[in-house]
């Protein structure tokens, strides 16, 4: 007997063909990790049945889970190797957090609501995503302590670069971030090679912004 479950699972097979594979999202061990991470989990009850749609999703607090694809992309900018310390800044929902947990990073997330942190940390401990770090406070600052880091990814719109980020940047390492004004944003890959950084835009998107020291103000 087919259990709600298993009608996920087929959600995810669909998400995976029709949104990820077709816009470019080529990376085999990121295409498995969009295909294992229950992403309906990381949902308030009455949103799981649009969990696979084509574009973000509320979770309370004004903040969004975001598209798939947006998910998707932004992982593969980050080019993530099993073992990879990475920082996620804007915890939100706890699903970005999932997918880099899944590829073997060692992840350390930041989320500024306190409310979401705990809901997040609470369900990736569930899921077996228990080794996710996490911390309530003001992401444009970093995590000083637990750096370098070999990524950093930034789930919402920055007015800039924020420097502290620059500054835990391992050598070699990838920062994945939106970049614009508060309605539209640019993402943005920093590299650090040979103590340089380069920067490559990839595309444009929309994302809540992000509030801080180095952010936007309230």
């Known amino acids: 007997m087919k259990t709600p479950e298993d009608d996920f699972a087929v959600e995810r097979e669909r998400m995976v063909e029709r949104q990820l594979e077709p816009r470019g999202i080529n990376d085999p061990r990121v295409l498995a990790a969009f295909r294992t991470v229950p992403r309906h989990r990381f949902l308030p ?41 990475v920082l996620e800044i804007g915890t939100g929902s706890g699903y970005q957090a999932a997918i880099l947990a899944e590829l073997g990073a060692e992840v350390y997330t930041i989320e500024r609501i306190a409310s979401l942190s705990e809901r997040s940390g609470e369900l990736l401990d569930a899921l077996g995503y228990g080794t996710v770090r996490l911390r309530v406070g003001d992401g444009t ?49 920093v590299r650090k090679a ?21 952010g936007w103000n309230k």
């Open 141 to 189: 600052l970093g995590w000083p302590e637990a750096a370098p880091f070999d990524g950093i990814i930034v789930t919402a719109g920055a007015p800039r670069v924020p420097e502290p980020l620059v500054g835990q940047l391992a050598e070699g390492g990838r920062l994945v971030i939106p970049v614009g004004g508060g309605w539209s944003q640019d993402l943005i890959v």
């Open 45 to 85: 009850p009455d949103m799981a049945h649009a969990a696979y749609a084509d574009h973000p999703l509320p979770i309370g607090e004004g903040q969004t889970i975001s598209q798939p694809y947006m998910v998707a992309l932004m992982t593969q900018c980050m080019e993530v190797r099993p073992g990879d310390r």
């Open 194 to 214: 040979g103590g340089r950084l380069t920067e490559e835009e990839v595309c444009g998107c929309v994302f809540v912004p992000l509030l801080g020291k180095h």
